[in-house]
T-cell receptor
Framework: QQPVQSPQAVILREGEDAVINCSSS?????VHWYRQKHGEAPVFLMI?????EQKGHEKISASFNEKKQQSSLYLTASQLSYSGTYFC??????????????FGTGTLLAVQP | GAGVSQSPRYKVAKRGQDVALRCDPI?????LFWYQQALGQGPEFLTY????????KSGLPSDRFFAERPEGSVSTLKIQRTQQEDSAVYLC??????????????FGDGTRLSIL
């Protein structure tokens, strides 16, 4: 029931790119992306509402394929500050939207100098 | 304050004791959520309030867990007769729109609960 993220962990050098995938077995209404650093609160990155929608935030963008029930987060020219654990959070269709987020399994991203 | 505030930041309790965790959401935010986060895992939904109404408590693991938001602002999560498996970080989040749907959730830093 929990969305599955891949990869589980990734190590990058500064300036490299990465893609994090989020896949659900259930129909999705929307997808949220958050980044959490150790011991800190999850920080909202972006929300995608429509199938095929793409959004961007600085050098971080995301796509949402409603038919495939998948979302991907794209990090380009990574910076040290991008390090952390990335979670997708999904709202599922239930004859309408649900209010709660079901978070994915998480992807640990480490950016090295 | 500007963000979601949770207290205490850390709580250590002996098994069997009752604990109360406080969440002060962003001013004006209608929706309030509680999540439980185990080490190395994503947050798991516990309960949701819209103003003072508790609209969803499907994630509360047992009847030892109780949450309230009597005046539609500050919320308290209470755990009675704590067990070791209750050890986790408890996160509170708020969002401004009434339904909470399609809204960013703003999280507090959480309360790290350790049951001895």
């Amino acid at each position: 029931q929990q969305p599955v993220q891949s990869p589980q962990a990734v190590i990058l050098r500064e300036g490299e790119d990465a893609v994090i995938n989020c896949s659900s077995s259930k129909a999705l209404y929307s997808v949220h992306w958050y980044r959490q650093k150790h011991g800190e609160a999850p920080v909202f990155l972006m929300i995608l509402l429509k199938g095929g929608e793409q959004k961007g935030h600085e050098k971080i963008s995301a796509s949402f394929n409603e038919k495939k029930q998948q979302s991907s987060l794209y990090l380009t020219a990574s910076q040290l500050s991008y390090s952390g654990t990335y979670f997708c959070g999904t709202e599922r269709r239930n004859g309408g939207a649900t209010n709660k987020l079901i978070f994915g399994t998480g992807t640990l991203l480490a950016v090295q100098p | 304050g500007a963000g979601v505030s949770q207290s205490p930041r850390y709580k250590v309790a002996k098994r069997g004791q009752d604990v109360a965790l406080r969440c002060d959401p962003i001013s004006g935010h209608v929706s309030l959520f509680w999540y439980q986060q185990a080490l190395g895992q994503g947050p798991e939904f516990l309960t949701y309030f819209q103003n003072e109404a508790q609209l969803d408590k499907s994630g509360l693991p047992s009847d030892r867990f109780f949450a309230e938001r009597p005046e539609g602002s500050v919320s308290t999560l209470k755990i009675q007769r704590t067990q070791q498996e209750d050890s986790a970080v408890y996160l509170c989040a708020s969002s401004w729109r009434g339904t909470g749907v399609n809204q960013p959730q703003h999280f507090g830093d959480g309360t790290r609960l350790s049951i001895l």
